[in-house]
């Protein structure tokens, strides 16, 4: 069984900062992507940053320059840094993982992150 353990969500004032941590556990032979998802109610799951294990990242255009994503494979963890961040920020945040070889999809819980105005 894999588990994703999610961390760092909260409330924040906009043009602050929040860091999302995500850590993977169970039966992991490699990494072919971690990454963060969000979600709003009603709405479709989408793309906020996605990085390899090569460290290849990949951004959504809303978050390129505010964010940064980063995989430390040693620990099978995935840090979000959000800065300069903004109200339509606000969501449940996801990580994922894709494991070497089965390629499937895991989730973690979910991860509240909501920014005022």
């Known amino acids: 069984q894999v588990q994703l353990v999610e961390s760092g969500g909260g409330l924040v004032q906009a043009g602050g900062s929040l860091r999302l941590s995500c850590a993977a556990s169970?039966?992991?032979?490699?990494?072919?992507?971690m990454g963060w998802y969000r979600q709003a109610p009603g709405q479709q799951r989408g793309l906020v940053a996605a990085?390899?294990?090569?460290?290849?990242?990949n951004y959504a255009d809303s978050v390129k320059g505010r964010f940064t994503i980063s995989i430390d494979n040693a620990k099978n963890t995935v840090v979000l840094q959000m800065d300069s961040l903004k109200p339509e920020d606000t969501d449940v945040y996801y990580c994922n993982l894709v494991p070497f070889p089965s390629g499937m999809n895991y989730w973690g819980k979910g991860t509240l992150v909501t920014v005022s105005s």
């Open positions: 169970g039966s992991i032979f490699g990494i072919r992507t």
């Open positions: 990085i390899t294990s090569g460290g290849d990242a």
